[in-house]
């Protein structure tokens, strides 16, 4: 049993103190949002996460796991030391590390005899060492830390039980004692044999870029295999079905749709072309990728503008799903967003269903109607798009849709619908390259 502190219980920081915590260790998490750590202690959580708040639960009702906003205290207390805090993109292209950094600090000012330091955050290769160098210019000494790379691969979503049965670990470290600390650490996992990969830590970083930029590069590859279906008659969901039963391809992450979103995708490809970048590399695939990315939000609004006979101005417009995929709260590079954007300058009037997103995207948006009810939502509207495919909105029977609506106008951008159905019930119908 180890005493771990994961500073910053956010998606990533909440489910790994939680999972590790569940996996034996006493783990306090600790954040400087202090409505946050108010609303856990009540036994609430701050995020939606499926299966997260009855695990809390149980790991706070065993006592291995707390919450508090003393973060010096947790330092002091603990061997192991997690970062997970946000590294946005900070609006110019790089990586923004200053909340990491201002971790290092306190970690530099209250560490107490060996500690390990973990970077579970997505940090640009050399982090490390850079660590490594600020503790030292903080006059800490070499002897009293190591720093690893742990980088984490979990999805919202399902992220409890991709950190309980990972596909793989990946541990970036320099000392020996260091990697015995982490097998310690996953133990529960090295039991279960899961894949360790233990390696430097300028190879541990690069190795969550590197995968990020590749799974955005394959949606966005099929993204773009759907505009030329568009052209040409051919169908996107055979294409991706056939490519996809090739081993040497996969058919995961090969789904046409409006485009990638989320807290990672967008920012990673973006850090991956600015940390190319700084060492000398014009990556001319993250390049076409995050170009490829945005072209097929533009795409969307323009399908419907053409479904709409560009008429929208002053049209009630229904949005059915805000969130960038569906089963969690998070609205961060969502294409809704630039759809909506794109639709209000139009002129729109949006009414906009979504089952966990609506407070997140009240905060952009506050000038938006929002319901959690899709009848509501859909009622005397003059035209739909279907942005997240919740599992409640693939059921939609076209024609009870059609008695709701003023005008029977559907985009469907997750290709959930069948277009003959929507079509054959009346609608003006279209989808991201599906034919059937
Ligand atoms: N969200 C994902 O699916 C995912 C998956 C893998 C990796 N990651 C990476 O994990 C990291 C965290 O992402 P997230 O989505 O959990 O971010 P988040 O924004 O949800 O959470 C970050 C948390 O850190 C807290 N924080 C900021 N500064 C702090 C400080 N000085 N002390 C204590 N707490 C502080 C914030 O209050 C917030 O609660 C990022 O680097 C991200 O790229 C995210």
């Known amino acids: 049993m180890k005493n771990i502190t994961v500073i910053g219980t956010g998606y990533v920081g909440l489910v790994a103190g939680t999972c590790l915590a569940d996996f034996g260790h006493q783990v306090r998490c600790v954040d400087i949002d202090q409505t946050k750590i108010d609303l856990l202690n009540s036994g609430k959580i701050p995020i939606y996460e499926p299966g997260l708040e009855e695990l809390i639960k149980r790991n706070k009702e065993s006592k291995r796991l707390s919450f508090s ?20 993109s900070d609006g110019k292209g790089e990586v923004d590390m200053s909340y990491v950094y201002s971790v290092v600090e306190t970690i530099a000012k209250n560490h107490n005899g060996y500690t390990v330091v973990v970077t579970k955050s997505t940090v640009p290769p050399g982090t490390a060492k850079l660590i490594q160098e600020k503790l030292a210019s903080l006059g800490c000494s070499d002897k009293n830390f190591d720093i690893v790379s742990n980088p984490e691969f979990l999805r919202e979503g399902s992220a409890i039980g991709d950190f309980m049965i990972p596909d793989r670990i990946v541990i970036g470290a320099n000392s020996e004692k260091a990697f015995k600390v982490m097998r310690e650490v996953y133990r529960p996992l090295f039991l279960r044999e899961t894949p360790i990969v233990e390696t430097n830590p300028e190879t541990a970083e690069l190795i969550k870029y590197a995968s990020n930029g590749f799974l955005a590069t394959k949606i966005s590859f099929i993204n773009e295999i759907s505009l030329i279906c568009d052209k040409i008659g051919a169908d996107i969901y055979t294409v991706s079905k056939a490519m996809g039963l090739d081993g040497r391809i996969s058919s995961k992450f090969l789904h046409a749709g409006p485009g990638y979103g989320g807290s990672c995708f967008p920012k990673d490809t973006e850090g991956l072309y600015s940390i190319a970048k700084k060492v000398g590399v014009k990556s001319l695939m993250v390049k076409a990728t995050m170009e490829t990315n945005e072209r097929q939000k533009i795409t969307m609004v323009e399908k419907f503008r053409k479904l709409m006979k560009n008429d929208i101005n002053g049209k009630r417009i229904a949005i059915l799903g805000l969130t960038f995929k569906p089963k969690t709260d998070d609205i961060r590079e969502t294409p809704a967003l630039v759809i909506l954007r794109e639709l209000l300058n139009d002129g729109a009037d949006i009414s906009a269903f979504d089952p966990e997103g609506i407070p997140n995207m009240k905060q952009e948006y506050p000038e938006i109607e ?45 290709n959930i619908y069948n277009p003959s159905k929507w079509r054959n019930a009346g609608f003006e119908f279209d989808n991201v390259g599906k034919l059937k």
Do not use: H
Not at 72 to 80: K, M
Not at 382 to 407: C, H, S, Y
């Open 69 to 88: 906003t003393d973060i010096e205290d947790a330092v002091r207390s603990s061997e192991v030391v997690f970062i997970g805090v946000g590294t946005p």
């Open 370 to 414: 929002y319901s959690l009810s899709i009848e509501e939502t859909l009622t005397n509207a003059d035209g739909a798009i279907l942005i997240t495919e919740w599992n409640e909105l693939r059921t939609l029977n076209p024609d009870q849709v059609k008695g709701w609506m003023k005008t029977p106008v559907m985009l469907d951008c997750r």
